[in-house]
């Protein structure tokens, strides 16, 4: 995180407002076909954990070799849209300064490249999820920090146009991590050595499911990338570059829930698979509660010191990036409560009614959006409305899932919901406390984030954990300070 944040710093400061925002947008329209991969790669790493779960190794071998199948194509289609609608929509629609297309169009060019590599290497990854061997994702993460470090060395030490250097020096960057998953996946992995394999019913199974998927990817996408191009069309790349730095400190904040909800998604999975309901809504309910308790240690300072933080992070950025970044933060929060029902709901199978309630909702953000921007609103327009999507789409998800794994709504909001909004509210008095009491400097700032992180801890230790965490916790503390002794 810190090293991501910092390369942020730099590159912008290096690349420049516009060109920085060019980068963000146009990087975008690549990844606005992620929707065709996106949807495989839940498929994959759904079946590849039911078939980890139920120990039938033959199978997964079978569905691992299809799935990879499966890419090649996925790869194909989108090099043919990307080098077609996506190349006209870029040299035509985007608002670009004309000294600046030539270059918007080398980093398209290897945002594609980069993208269809990344396609090949979503197989690998979904067997290393299902295998539950994080740790090569901690290995890999380490090598990706040092090779951002090494890209802002390079973006400085060399004169040749910024942003084109840039967006070959990602390519590189995506190569390398992608041939270090390959290679360790076909190391210790029997199922992931391709072998051409053909089954009717089994891709049939995995259409079906990534059909509807498909549906919820695309209006993921919208979500994400639809909304950056309508603030470039409507105000142009400086919006872009704010939207782009807001995200860019969620991207790092959220890593803590993302990674925590990486090791727990294959539990719950698996353990659908093998019909272990009280084991399964056990994980639910703490992954819910853990995936906003864990979210709140980063953003509750970032929430109430983000000028301060962005300036002592970027000294000059645009003016937006503060309203857009505590919006952003808020979004995160009520998504947190999402996240371990939607993959319970992934585990079930039954996606059809989910995706296409929860999708519909999420494709309105773009139509409301562009109907406020039309009529003159400001760009933050589009986080509130995003922000009230994504109360309701929360409620809908509960609604759609609790009774497809006998789940209780009335538990669900008892034992993760309502604890988790008391300690959010508990651990964020003190510090509105502080904030109206103090004016804004470098010592409030400190001081913010030790008394958050002391009422985070409190307020979850006594509100937000249960009898039986309570005492594993206990348990661990005890036996660190053992072991210190000794």
């Known amino acids: ?31 606005m076909f992620s929707f065709l991969s996106s949807t495989m790669a839940g498929a994959s790493e759904r079946f590849f954990a039911f078939d980890l779960g139920r120990n039938d190794h033959i199978q997964l071998k079978r569905t691992f070799s299809l799935t990879f199948t499966i890419y090649g194509v996925i790869a194909l289609i989108v090099l043919l849209l990307a080098e077609t609608i996506g190349l006209w929509f870029l040299n035509t629609k985007m608002v670009i300064p004309a000294d600046r ?25 979904s067997a290393i999820i299902a295998r539950e061997n994080m740790n090569v994702f901690a290995y890999v993460s380490i090598v990706e920090a040092l090779l951002k470090l090494a890209i802002v060395y390079l973006l400085v030490f060399f004169s040749y146009d910024k942003l084109k250097l840039y967006a070959i020096l990602l390519f590189i960057t995506t190569c390398i991590t992608t041939f270090i998953y390959r290679a360790v996946c076909k190391r210790k992995y029997k199922e992931c050595r391709f072998s051409f394999y053909w089954d009717k019913t089994l891709f049939k199974t995995l259409l079906s499911y990534s059909g509807w998927n498909l549906f919820g990817a695309v209006a993921g996408i919208f979500n994400n990338q639809a909304i950056n191009i309508l603030l470039n ?17 969620n991207i790092s904040a959220n890593n803590f829930v993302r990674n925590f909800q990486l090791a727990v998604n294959p539990q719950i999975i698996k353990s659908f698979a093998i019909s272990e309901k009280e084991y399964l809504h056990e994980l639910i ?22 000028s301060i933080i962005l300036r002592l992070w970027l000294k000059l950025f645009p003016p937006q ?36 309630i929860v999708g519909s909702l999420q494709l309105l953000i773009i139509v409301f959006s562009y109907l406020f921007m039309l009529y003159g609103s400001p760009p933050e327009v589009a986080f509130y409305i995003n922000l ?25 909001l008892k034992k993760a919901i309502f604890p988790s909004i008391l300690v959010s509210f508990i651990a964020a008095s003190p510090v509105s406390l502080i904030i109206s009491a103090m004016e804004e400097s470098v ?37 660190n300070i053992k072991m210190v002794k000794w």
């Open 443 to 479: 010592l409030r700032l400190i001081i913010v984030v030790i008394v958050s992180s002391t009422s985070i801890c409190l307020s979850t230790y006594f509100i937000g954990l249960n009898k039986n965490e309570k005492n594993f916790i206990r348990n661990i503390v005890i036996k």
């Open 321 to 356: 990036a503060i309203i857009f970044l505590k919006l952003i933060i808020l979004i995160a929060l009520v998504d947190c409560f999402s996240v371990s029902i939607g993959t319970a709901i992934v585990a079930t199978g039954n996606i059809k009614k989910y995706q296409i």
């Open 388 to 412: 009230l999507i994504a109360v309701i789409a929360f409620i809908l998800r509960l609604v759609i899932v609790a009774p497809l794994i006998g789940l209780s709504k009335l538990v669900f």
């Open 233 to 249: 069309i409507f105000f142009g790349p400086a919006v872009n570059a704010a939207r782009g730095i807001a995200f860019q400190i």
């Open 1 to 31: 995180m810190a090293v991501s944040l910092y390369t942020v710093r730099v590159v912008l400061k290096t690349l420049g407002v516009v060109d920085y925002g060019i980068n963000n947008v146009v990087g975008g329209i690549v990844t």
């Open 285 to 306: 309910l703490r992954g819910t509660k853990f995936s906003c308790f864990l979210f709140l240690f980063i953003s509750i300072p970032i929430f109430f010191e983000t």
């Open 101 to 125: 297309v030539s270059a918007a169009n080398w980093v398209y060019q290897f945002a594609v490249l980069s993208f269809i590599v990344t396609i090949m290497t979503i197989p690998y990854n």
